[in-house]
């Protein structure tokens, strides 16, 4: 596995996964970053996946620390929980909290990486004098809600603005992106700033997951250098 203090990270998601057959699936992403684990609860967004039970489940089993993503309500009574079974870091919704700073204050207490994600909808700008509180920033480039979805390139410029915002004050914050991330789509987020990437079918579709791995990391890596 390559250092999650490399310069690209690629996170693939399980919602693309066999479901049936999780423990071979992701045995088949050890050479990735981070795995990332979906959580949705019916009611933040139209999709029902997993809860606490799962997600420890996938923590005993997985070669790679997890990086879920908290698509439900109510984080700040939930997301804790998720920090306290050990995943390495844990995504919350600006939409679903009210003290997103405390919550992030809180999840790094407890030993995990905090994150922020916004849907397509929801503007940086509040955010961004409070980056230095948030050790990710995840842009959503689809709704969220379901896998599959097309790439929203009009996100990129919401992307390069954090990534400005993160440049000037001297951020180490990662800048994630999730949402129709593939071998077509990953050079352009990375020209606008991610370093942190979640790609479900164009990893768990493909007949070998390690070449897919690698050829989108180069791929990520070749922008970042132009």
């Known amino acids: 596995m390559t250092s999650p203090d490399a310069a690209v990270r690629i996170n693939p998601s399980i919602l693309a996964a066999d479901f049936a057959n999780m423990a071979a699936e992701l045995a088949r992403i050890a050479s990735a970053d981070f795995v990332h684990v979906d959580v949705m609860d019916n009611h933040f967004v139209p999709n029902l996946t997993f809860g606490p039970q799962m997600v420890e489940r996938i923590q005993q089993t997985s070669p ?11 984080v700040d009574r939930w997301a804790p929980g998720y920090a306290e079974l050990g995943a390495a870091s844990v995504t919350f919704h600006a ?30 700008e509040p955010f961004l004098e409070h980056i230095d509180e948030f050790d990710q920033v995840l842009i959503m480039t689809v709704e969220p809600g379901f896998g599959g979805q097309s790439f929203m390139p009009d996100m990129m410029p919401k992307l390069a603005l954090v990534a400005e915002h993160a440049r000037r004050r001297g951020s180490d914050v990662w800048l994630q992106v999730d949402g129709g991330i593939s071998a077509s789509t990953i050079a352009q987020a990375a020209e606008a700033g991610a370093d942190t990437f979640v790609a479900g079918s164009a990893v768990f579709g493909s007949t070998d997951p390690t070449e897919a791995i690698a050829s989108l990391r180069e791929r990520a890596l070749l922008a970042h250098r132009h």
Do not use: C, N, S
């Not at 790679?64 to 109510?74: A, E, G, K, T």
């Not at 995990?112 to 397509?120: D, I, M, Q, S, T």
């Open 64 to 74: 790679v620390p997890l990086d879920v993503h908290l698509m439900i309500d109510d």
């Open 95 to 124: 939409e679903a909290t009210t003290q997103p700073v405390a919550l992030a204050r809180r999840l790094r207490e407890i030993g995990a990486r905090a994150g922020v994600a916004l849907k397509p909808g929801t503007g940086i």
